[in-house]
């Protein structure tokens, strides 16, 4: 059967060049960068060319790059490593209702040790307001942290303007970049990031790898102890390979954003068209343009969104949902209901995430399989005989906001 990988916001396939080389720097070039000798200055040279690499993709200097084991531990890094270096300057930080877990749970752990954070509503877009943002700021603000793009929805913040108003104000802006490298052109000097997060597997690299960009002067300190390892900010011996191999898919990304940009918003584009034209009772979640091009994510009516994944998965087709079901019991996303989504439709809602080697015949295979599926599932659903029954009376009121 033909497999059809739609998830690329979970993660993404080693590009076959990055694996070429992870495979040489773990038999050939193993050395330690600590070393001397010339397996050590080997392992060094490649990790310093890796910097630069990743530098280059969101426009930093390459002293500015911090090699972590991945997205989590560079927003672990960011937040706790901050908050400690500047507590005697204030102990409130600003993030939003709609962060990864990485960053919600990082922030609820400072709460429970003398922080205290303000977590920023969102609208129907899932987009904050800088008026809300400026009147969060106080005396006491070190630190905003509000990511790039979203993980579920694809929404992309105004990041310049929070950039400057951070900047006005003097406090430090970390951003989770994660969704947005080798989505969206970033450049951290215009837009005013002191801080800003990645992660390898998200863009064709392996995983557990990742980096942090700090900018030169912002005060943070290390969270894990060691060796003098990334200059005394995250101690431990360097995943060479790992590291070497995200350098290479950073180069790849940059190369390729302009195309890969066009070709996934068409894509995508059609995907969305398509979805919306086909089938009754179903809503476009998210911001209508201010999205990453990959992403598109849908609430069916009257449907659980895990019934789909599992009936896509048997035509082959790997999605993700916002109703993460975990431990037994059916968690809707937190993101979707800061967005003002029932429960119900934030039970049924469907994330595309589109990638590298995705194809039209892809989406359009997509298209023929979906409308049947929906048809099928909501025949049995005893929510949708009451939503019939309802919408004789007046028209689907949640359909409408879009
Ligand atoms: C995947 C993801 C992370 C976590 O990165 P890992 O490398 O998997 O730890 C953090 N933030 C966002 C927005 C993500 O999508």
């Known amino acids: ?61 390459s002293e500015e790059i911090f090699f972590t084991s991945g997205g989590t531990e560079a927003d672990n890094l960011a937040i ?30 400072l709460e429970k040790n003398g922080f205290q954070v303000t977590y920023l509503p969102v609208d129907e877009y899932g987009m904050i307001s800088l008026e809300a943002l400026e009147r969060s700021i106080t005396d006491q ?42 989505n969206l052109p970033i450049d951290v000097k215009k837009d005013g990031i002191d801080l800003l997060t990645l992660s390898g597997h998200k863009f064709n690299a392996p995983k557990g790898i990742g980096a942090l960009y700090v900018r030169r002067g912002v005060r943070i300190e290390a969270v894990q102890h060691g060796g003098g390892h990334e200059r005394n900010l ?38 969305i068209e398509g979805v919306m034209a086909e089938i009754p009772h179903v809503k476009l979640n998210g911001h209508p343009t201010q999205r990453i091009p990959g992403n598109a994510n849908f609430s069916f009516l009257s449907l659980e969104g895990e019934s789909l994944l599992l009936n896509l998965d048997l035509k082959g087709i790997a999605a993700s949902s916002g109703s993460a079901c975990s431990a037994g019991s059916l968690d809707p996303s937190h993101v979707l209901l ?65």
């Open 1 to 61: 059967m033909k497999r059809i990988y739609f998830d690329h916001s979970a993660t993404t396939p080693v590009h076959p060049e990055v694996a070429a080389v992870l495979v040489n720097y773990m038999t050939d070039l193993f050395g330690n960068p600590s070393s001397v000798h010339s397996f050590g200055r080997e392992a060094r040279k490649a990790m310093d060319q890796a910097r630069r690499q990743v530098a280059a993709l969101i426009g930093a200097e």
């Open 80 to 109: 706790k490593g901050v908050a400690l270096a500047n507590k005697k300057k204030g102990n409130h930080i600003i993030t939003t209702l709609i962060e990864h877990h990485a960053i919600l749970h990082t922030c609820e752990y």
């Open 141 to 182: 603000t070190i630190l905003i942290s509000i990511m790039y793009a979203n993980n579920e929805v694809g929404t992309v913040q105004p990041i310049a303007e929070i950039g400057r108003l951070a900047r006005q104000r003097n406090i430090y802006f970390h951003t989770d970049a994660v969704q947005a490298a080798s």
């Open 234 to 271: 995250r101690a431990g011996t360097e995943n060479v390979p790992a590291i070497v191999g995200l350098g290479k898919a950073a180069e790849i990304a940059a190369q390729n954003l302009t195309d890969k940009i066009v070709t996934l918003t068409t894509l995508r584009n059609t995907l």
């Open 338 to 402: 800061a967005m003002g989504l029932s429960h119900e439709a934030a039970h049924g809602s469907l994330r595309i995430s589109l990638g590298w080697g995705n194809t039209m015949e892809d989406v359009q295979y997509f298209l023929n399989v979906i409308p049947e599926i929906v048809e099928r599932l909501r025949a049995i659903s005893p929510l949708h005989a009451e939503r019939i029954e309802l919408s004789a009376q007046s028209p689907c009121q949640e359909c409408q906001l879009h």
